[in-house]
């Protein structure tokens, strides 16, 4: 069992920055593919960035690409989101996502989590 719980989120102008941590329980964190998601009202939820279960791959969407970086410190259980130049229509309720299952690639979709945090809200203003 692994419980995930984020923290860091709040409201930001455009052009700002934001640092998402997410804190996770479970012994064997370091086995688990970790990812960012969000959700925007009235949007389905969508992929942010994550690590492969390895650790040695990560994949941004295309619209964070260049903007957010995510981390982890296995010593620690945590993972971050850096986001730099934050944009209105990165405004969306962020969740950290962990899964322990077999797999080598970096996943990218929602139903390949199987653990999810509660979620912390970001909001830019324009």
């Known amino acids: 069992q692994v419980r995930l719980v984020e923290s860091g989120g709040g409201l930001v102008q455009a052009g700002g920055s934001l640092r998402l941590s997410c804190a996770a329980s479970g012994r064997t964190f370091s086995h688990y593919a970790m990812g960012w998601f969000r959700q925007a009202p009235g949007k389905e939820r969508e992929f942010v960035a994550a690590f492969s279960r390895t650790g040695a791959g990560t994949a941004y969407a295309d619209s964070v690409k260049g903007r957010f970086t995510i981390s982890r410190d296995n010593t620690k259980n945590m993972v971050w989101l850096q986001m730099n130049t934050l944009k209105p229509e990165d405004t969306a309720v962020y969740y950290c996502?962990?899964?322990?299952?077999?797999?080598?690639?970096?996943?990218?979709?929602?139903?390949?989590?199987?653990?999810w945090g509660q979620g912390t809200q970001v909001t830019v203003s324009s």
């Open positions: 996502a962990a899964d322990d299952s077999w797999g080598v690639v970096v996943r990218t979709r929602p139903d390949e989590y199987y653990y």
